[in-house]
């Protein structure tokens, strides 16, 4: 039995008369302070329970399966309800960002056809074609078919 | 035993009932707490609704007005003439800036606006701020200051690499012409607000802005969208497909331009007009504008008048086609009844009136036209008489609007016959008191071109908003004005003024032509008097036969006559016109001989009814043709069309030289040879004299 009265071995010493001289008062002055509440023991009482047997309760089990399914249902129910407002929200992240998506890439499209207007721009390929020292084909070297949209596009293996 | 049992059994009760105790409480405290929240719910929800509901709002849901992108402008075939893109604008907000004087560097650095500018907007800003809260007021407007708006892509990416806190972009359509200049009097402009203010954009601004629409918004606490209702819904502009060819108007736009510039015209104008079916291939305007600049102080102050369209002219000998028509129709001349010229002179009315050139004798009708003779036309005017006259110049379109959807058009100018004078008839027969736009002109030769029928001009041939139906433009019903045989018979004669008369500059390699010259004397509003700068007009048509294209050319201020300064650019915006649309060739490829005297286009119509003044018989000298072809210049280079046509190189004889002193000369003269054989030259093709082409070689055969 490990109380503090065992540790410090004080059990072997004799006990402090009730209202004798206190260890500060007393001859001995390097005696040991008492520890407070030094002088309650402690026993230990074994009680043998292994005899108890709990009263069957039928019900209890019962009783713990539907709370827990309450449980279950409130819970189900809760999500049942709230669910389609998160993926409601979800859905409603994930629609603005391909709508801004969807915003940047008809931009982009934008940007991308000018660029293209520009780079095809007459008085550019005018200039494009100076520099290469390009010029117009002798007229009498130009063969015009009668027609570039029916017969011609044939001999000239347009498919369109 | 008893008592015993008896307290053992208030003890369970006691132990039973001790947490049943607790849960009361349990619940109380929660139903205490619950009827707090409740209340405080009430508080919040139903008391304080209104407060908390604004606040809500204005934290939570926005409304944004949802801009419809203004519709494109394609040409013919889906070339892009106008687009909006969006852009960024750049804002601040004074208040949130750590360090004005540093933020005012950095910005006018990136964006390259005044330093100095901005930092006094934004003192000032900041200065009202702090007014505003001293004398406890609302600050009105001093949180929010433009930096700059619509600012290039480069600039944007550069200051947000920067990446500033306190700076803020915003998206703003800009309206981009990718063509600069080209057809820029046709598409018009937008101001800064993307309104139309020119052209097609000021007439058709309500269909392509379309109609901009509403969305409220809910955005969570870092303003990201969660969920948005559209309120109205935004309905882009439309997009329109016109009848100009990006080509064809290139190629008018570069011709009118240097026939301009080298016979220091004030203005010009040059339409390219299917016949049959009204459509505008082209129509250019000089001077020209580029509508991605706004107007500047270095821009003429008439580069922005739309001159085909909106300013008339008198036409001069133009007309003469309008009277010949006129008298095929209502009296029995035919082409070659003679008509008495009198040797260049006519008393009309007691006026005397003088040939602008040599006079001629009795001369067919046909040759009247292709020598453009005044008394001539004055003659015939007076056999067809004055109603039948002006009947005819009605019939031809003149004097109303032809409807084409631009703003400013003119009318023209043809008086009623009470307002005619004495000698308005010769006038008139000659192209003068009446004034027309180079539209009319088109349109007037359209009639005889399409073999009698009034065509009113077309611009538009469709229309369509994103992801809607395409609106097909109606084509305007034509309204036959002349007999078929009338406009065949006048062809003739109009091939004849290009093949014996003032149009010999017009005649085309390949194609047989036809056309009218026309050189009028310019009114001065101020001095009440014809000066001596003419408008010098071509309207033509080519093949003859079946003509695809008619072309009207006008150069306004000019020093010479018609078939000097107009025609050739007839030629060659013809003769690129007629490559484009793969017409097929109905002669052989002869290159016309070039005009040489220039009182053979002679063709003065005599305004003022005197002697022709002395500047109008001499030519310019020919501009100097380099030798050697020079290397391409960064900007395009214009080149004289008419230089080619009238003085451009020929070439040169190298019949009896060596291998070597061919190439040399060829150096010399920046003529390319192709040297066939060796030994002495013997043949040659072209042969010498033979216009060359630029870049076009010349096969020397050497044996």
């Given at each position: 039995?490990?109380?503090?009265?065992?540790?410090?071995?004080?059990?072997?010493?004799?006990?402090?008369?009730?209202?004798?001289?206190?260890?500060?008062?007393?001859?001995?002055?390097?005696?040991?302070?008492?520890?407070?509440?030094?002088?309650?023991?402690?026993?230990?009482?074994?009680?043998?329970?292994?005899?108890?047997?709990?009263?069957?309760?039928?019900?209890?089990?019962?009783?713990?399966?539907?709370?827990?399914?309450?449980?279950?249902?409130?819970?189900?129910?809760?999500?049942?309800?709230?669910?389609?407002?998160?993926?409601?929200?979800?859905?409603?992240?994930?629609?603005?960002?391909?709508?801004?998506?969807?915003?940047?890439?008809?931009?982009?499209?934008?940007?991308?056809?000018?660029?293209?207007?520009?780079?095809?721009?007459?008085?550019?390929?005018?200039?494009?074609?100076?520099?290469?020292?390009?010029?117009?084909?002798?007229?009498?070297?130009?063969?015009m078919l009668n027609s570039a949209k029916t017969?011609s596009?044939?001999?000239?293996?347009?498919?369109? | 035993?008893?008592?015993?049992?008896?307290?053992?059994?208030?003890?369970?009760?006691?132990?039973?009932?001790?947490?049943?105790?607790?849960?009361?409480?349990?619940?109380?405290?929660?139903?205490?707490?619950?009827?707090?929240?409740?209340?405080?719910?009430?508080?919040?929800?139903?008391?304080?609704?209104?407060?908390?509901?604004?606040?809500?709002?204005?934290?939570?849901?926005?409304?944004?007005?949802?801009?419809?992108?203004?519709?494109?402008?394609?040409?013919?075939?889906?070339?892009?003439?106008?687009?909006?893109?969006?852009?960024?604008?750049?804002?601040?907000?004074?208040?949130?800036?750590?360090?004005?004087?540093?933020?005012?560097?950095?910005?006018?650095?990136?964006?390259?606006?005044?330093?100095?500018?901005?930092?006094?907007?934004?003192?000032?800003?900041?200065?009202?701020?702090?007014?505003?809260?001293?004398?406890?007021?609302?600050?009105?407007?001093?949180?929010?200051?433009?930096?700059?708006?619509?600012?290039?892509?480069?600039?944007?990416?550069?200051?947000?690499?920067?990446?500033?806190?306190?700076?803020?972009?915003?998206?703003?359509?800009?309206?981009?012409?990718?063509?600069?200049?080209?057809?820029?009097?046709?598409?018009?402009?937008?101001?800064?607000?993307?309104?139309?203010?020119?052209?097609?954009?000021?007439?058709?601004?309500?269909?392509?802005?379309?109609?901009?629409?509403?969305?409220?918004?809910?955005?969570?606490?870092?303003?990201?969208?969660?969920?948005?209702?559209?309120?109205?819904?935004?309905?882009?502009?439309?997009?329109?497909?016109?009848?100009?060819?990006?080509?064809?108007?290139?190629?008018?736009?570069?011709?009118?331009?240097?026939?301009?510039?080298?016979?220091?015209?004030?203005?010009?104008?040059?339409?390219v007009m299917e016949p049959h079916t009204g459509e505008?291939l082209?129509?250019?305007?000089?001077?020209?504008?580029?509508?991605?600049?706004?107007?500047?102080?270095?821009?003429?102050?008439?580069?922005?008048?739309?001159?085909?369209?909106?300013?008339?002219?008198?036409?001069?000998?133009?007309?003469?086609?309008?009277?010949?028509?006129?008298?095929?129709?209502?009296?029995?001349?035919?082409?070659?009844?003679?008509?008495?010229?009198?040797?260049?002179?006519?008393?009309?009315?007691?006026?005397?009136?003088?040939?602008?050139?040599?006079?001629?004798?009795?001369?067919?009708?046909?040759?009247?036209?292709?020598?453009?003779?005044?008394?001539?036309?004055?003659?015939?005017?007076?056999?067809?008489?004055?109603?039948?006259?002006?009947?005819?110049?009605?019939?031809?379109?003149?004097?109303?609007?032809?409807?084409?959807?631009?703003?400013?058009?003119?009318?023209?100018?043809?008086?009623?016959?009470?307002?005619?004078?004495?000698?308005?008839?010769?006038?008139?027969?000659?192209?003068?008191?009446?004034?027309?736009?180079?539209?009319?002109?088109?349109?007037?030769c359209s009639v005889i071109a399409n073999g009698g029928v009034?065509v009113?001009?077309?611009?538009?041939?469709?229309?369509?908003?994103?992801?809607?139906?395409?609106?097909?433009?109606?084509?305007?019903?034509p309204?036959?004005?002349l007999?078929p045989e009338t406009a065949i018979t006048m062809r003739q004669m109009m091939e004849?003024?290009v093949?014996?008369?003032?149009?010999?500059?017009?005649?085309l390699?390949g194609y047989t032509s036809g056309g009218?010259?026309?050189?009028?004397?310019?009114?001065?509003?101020?001095?009440?008097?014809?000066?001596?700068?003419?408008?010098?007009?071509?309207?033509g048509f080519a093949p003859v036969t079946n003509p695809a294209v008619v072309i009207?050319?006008?150069?306004?201020?000019?020093?010479?006559?018609?078939?000097?300064?107009?025609?050739?650019?007839?030629?060659?915006?013809a003769t690129?016109t007629l490559r484009l649309l793969a017409v097929p060739k109905d002669i052989?490829?002869?290159?016309?001989?070039?005009?040489?005297?220039?009182?053979?286009?002679?063709?003065?119509?005599?305004?003022?009814?005197?002697?022709?003044?002395?500047?109008?018989?001499?030519?310019?000298?020919?501009?100097?043709?380099?030798?050697?072809?020079?290397?391409?210049?960064?900007?395009?280079?214009?080149?004289?069309?008419?230089?080619?046509?009238?003085?451009?190189?020929?070439?040169?004889?190298?019949?009896?030289?060596?291998?070597?002193?061919?190439?040399?000369?060829?150096?010399?003269?920046?003529?390319?040879?192709?040297?066939?054989?060796?030994?002495?030259?013997?043949?040659?093709?072209?042969?010498?004299?033979?216009?060359?082409?630029?870049?076009?070689?010349?096969?020397?055969?050497?044996?």
């Amino acid at each position: 039995m490990a109380t503090r009265a065992m540790f410090f071995k004080r059990a072997d010493q004799p006990a402090v008369p009730v209202g004798g001289e206190t260890w500060t008062s007393g001859p001995d002055s390097s005696k040991l302070r008492p520890l407070p509440s030094e002088d309650v023991y402690f026993f230990i009482k074994k009680i043998d329970n292994s005899r108890v047997a709990r009263e069957a309760d039928p019900a209890a089990r019962r009783r713990a399966w539907q709370a827990g399914l309450k449980g279950v249902a409130v819970a189900g129910l809760l999500i049942l309800l709230l669910m389609p407002r998160a993926l409601d929200m979800v859905a409603g992240y994930r629609i603005h960002a391909l709508a801004a998506e969807h915003d940047r890439l008809v931009t982009q499209k934008a940007v991308i056809a000018l660029e293209e207007a520009q780079l095809e721009s007459p008085a550019r390929l005018q200039q494009l074609a100076g520099q290469l020292r390009l010029v117009n084909p002798d007229p009498r070297h130009v063969v015009m078919l009668n027609s570039a949209k029916t017969d011609s596009a044939l001999a000239m293996n347009v498919t369109r | 035993m008893l008592w015993w049992g008896r307290r053992a059994k208030d003890d369970r009760v006691r132990e039973r009932a001790h947490p049943t105790t607790r849960l009361v409480w349990l619940v109380v405290i929660a139903f205490l707490w619950a009827v707090a929240v409740f209340l405080r719910l009430v508080q919040l929800q139903v008391v304080s609704h209104k407060t908390y509901k604004e606040l809500a709002d204005h934290q939570q849901n926005h409304t944004f007005r949802v801009d419809a992108p203004r519709g494109c402008v394609f040409d013919r075939e889906g070339h892009v003439l106008a687009m909006s893109v969006p852009a960024d604008s750049v804002s601040i907000d004074p208040m949130l800036v750590p360090d004005r004087p540093l933020a005012a560097s950095i910005l006018a650095r990136a964006l390259g606006v005044d330093r100095d500018d901005l930092l006094a907007r934004m003192d000032s800003a900041v200065e009202e701020h702090r007014r505003a809260l001293e004398q406890k007021r609302k600050p009105k407007g001093t949180g929010f200051l433009w930096v700059k708006r619509k600012i290039a892509p480069a600039e944007a990416e550069a200051l947000r690499s920067l990446k500033l806190d306190w700076v803020e972009f915003q998206k703003e359509p800009h309206r981009y012409y990718p063509d600069g200049p080209l057809a820029s009097h046709v598409v018009g402009t937008v101001d800064f607000q993307e309104r139309g203010n020119l052209g097609l954009e000021q007439r058709l601004d309500q269909e392509l802005n379309g109609r901009p629409g509403r969305v409220s918004m809910l955005t969570d606490v870092l303003g990201r969208p969660i969920d948005s209702t559209v309120s109205a819904e935004a309905e882009a502009g439309k997009n329109i497909t016109l009848s100009i060819d990006e080509s064809i108007q290139f190629v008018a736009e570069r011709e009118l331009r240097a026939a301009c510039e080298f016979y220091h015209a004030a203005s010009g104008s040059t339409v390219v007009m299917e016949p049959h079916t009204g459509e505008i291939l082209a129509m250019a305007s000089y001077p020209v504008f580029d509508p991605n600049q706004p107007p500047g102080p270095e821009e003429a102050s008439s580069a922005r008048f739309d001159y085909p369209v909106s300013v008339a002219f008198e036409p001069g000998s133009v007309f003469k086609i309008v009277t010949l028509t006129a008298a095929l129709e209502t009296t029995s001349l035919r082409p070659e009844t003679p008509i008495n010229c009198g040797n260049g002179t006519i008393n009309l009315f007691g006026r005397v009136i003088h040939e602008s050139h040599h006079g001629w004798g009795t001369i067919p009708m046909a040759d009247v036209l292709a020598h453009s003779s005044n008394i001539g036309a004055i003659q015939i005017g007076l056999k067809v008489g004055e109603k039948n006259l002006l009947d005819y110049v009605h019939k031809f379109g003149f004097g109303r609007t032809t409807g084409i959807p631009l703003p400013a058009e003119s009318s023209g100018m043809v008086r009623d016959l009470k307002h005619w004078g004495k000698t308005s008839i010769g006038s008139v027969a000659m192209g003068h008191e009446v004034s027309a736009t180079a539209l009319q002109l088109a349109q007037a030769c359209s009639v005889i071109a399409n073999g009698g029928v009034l065509v009113k001009p077309r611009l538009i041939l469709k229309r369509q908003r994103p992801g809607g139906k395409v609106e097909s433009e109606p084509a305007p019903a034509p309204q036959r004005v002349l007999k078929p045989e009338t406009a065949i018979t006048m062809r003739q004669m109009m091939e004849g003024v290009v093949l014996r008369g003032t149009g010999k500059a017009a005649r085309l390699a390949g194609y047989t032509s036809g056309g009218k010259t026309g050189s009028a004397q310019i009114f001065d509003l101020t001095t009440k008097h014809y000066t001596h700068l003419y408008n010098g007009s071509f309207v033509g048509f080519a093949p003859v036969t079946n003509p695809a294209v008619v072309i009207a050319v006008t150069l306004n201020g000019v020093k010479m006559f018609g078939g000097v300064v107009a025609a050739p650019v007839f030629k060659n915006v013809a003769t690129e016109t007629l490559r484009l649309l793969a017409v097929p060739k109905d002669i052989p490829e002869i290159e016309p001989p070039p005009l040489t005297d220039p009182q053979e286009a002679n063709d003065l119509s005599i305004a003022d009814m005197s002697a022709p003044p002395e500047d109008l018989v001499q030519l310019p000298a020919p501009p100097a043709v380099s030798p050697t072809p020079a290397p391409a210049p960064a900007a395009p280079q214009v080149v004289s069309p008419s230089v080619v046509a009238v003085f451009g190189p020929s070439a040169p004889s190298f019949e009896g030289k060596t291998v070597r002193a061919v190439i040399e000369q060829s150096l010399a003269m920046g003529v390319p040879v192709e040297v066939v054989g060796s030994g002495i030259a013997r043949q040659q093709a072209p042969p010498p004299g033979s216009p060359l082409n630029p870049g076009e070689k010349v096969r020397v055969l050497f044996q």
